[in-house]
């Protein structure tokens, strides 16, 4: 695919999608949204690609949101009808919320690595990945709130369930900034690096690590985890139960087995 705000590259079974206007400090445009969204149904529907990585160009993650797009917005909504354009812009935030839900919704596994800072929309982005690594260079803030605005496309909606409601709203209300040792003492990122360099060959190795395993069974575990977060336990049981039932007697259980009776490495197919 051919993109103007994204960078993508497949090598051993892992995507890397890179953030790519660093000279914007990867502000996210609209076309990149969109192209967020168009990148993830790509991976998912990419047998070959069996883990995504997604970092940003240059010294910057993302700076969040395009102040040219927010700008443009009052223009985009208007109409006569106070009602209709208050309904045009509850679409327009919907489709928003839709372009990083694509991150969730596709099966393959996706992490962020996160080279540096890490800004109101960015902490949306980030909090729909799988998981989450950060250089030490990196910091997040959850910004929104310093530009009179209630964050709405996911950092609500997601970020109290890795580091707690508390800390949720304390990052929220004060849009105060997290450096990368803070971020994964709070459970934000699961480990922080040195460097960018060593963030990127971390998270490379860690994506390789995943893309040798069974595909089938890595997206089951995407789909339980996932799952599991919004329903209780007992009905999170009865899912697997069921995904099993169908899912279980694989070739890539067979292939395991096999491989190891035969002390060698599994391989799978796609």
């Given amino acids: 695919m051919s993109y103007s705000t994204l960078q993508v590259n497949l090598a051993d079974g892992v995507a890397t999608i890179t953030l790519n206007r660093p000279e914007k400090a990867n502000a996210m445009s609209e076309p990149m949204w969109h192209e967020i969204k168009a990148a993830m149904e790509w991976l998912d529907d990419t ?14 993650f993302t700076s969040g949101i395009d102040l040219g797009m927010l700008a443009g917005i009052k223009a ?4 006569v009808c106070d009602a209709r354009s208050r309904e045009k812009l509850r679409r327009l935030i919907l489709e ?16 962020a690595a996160i080279n540096g800072p890490c800004i109101g929309g960015g902490i949306d982005l980030v909090t729909a990945c799988d998981m989450r690594y950060c250089s ?27 580091i707690g409601e508390g800390m ?32 990127l060959g971390g998270v490379m190795e860690i994506a390789r690590t995943i893309a040798a395993k069974s595909p089938i069974s890595v997206r089951g575990c995407k789909e339980m985890i996932g799952y599991v977060r919004d329903h209780s336990v007992a009905d999170g049981l009865n899912y697997i ?17 096999k491989a190891n009776m035969e002390k060698r490495a599994p391989v799978f197919k796609d």
């Fill in 76 to 79: 985009r909504i208007a109409d």
């Fill in 241 to 257: 139960a069921t995904w099993n039932a169908a899912m279980l007697l694989s070739s890539d259980l067979f292939e395991a087995g």
């Fill in 168 to 199: 949720a709203r304390e990052l929220a209300y004060t849009g105060r900034n997290v450096d990368g040792a803070e971020a994964q003492t709070m459970r934000l990122v699961n480990r922080c690096y040195e460097t960018p360099e060593a963030l």
């Fill in 47 to 60: 047998p070959e690609a069996r883990v995504g990585i997604i970092t940003g160009a240059g010294k910057f």
């Fill in 136 to 162: 030490a260079n990196a910091f997040f803030s959850v910004k929104e709130i310093d530009v009179g605005m209630t964050a709405d496309v996911g950092t609500l909606q997601r970020l109290p369930g890795l």
């Fill in 96 to 111: 928003l919320q839709d372009c990083l839900s694509a991150i969730e919704r596709c099966r393959k596994p996706v992490l």
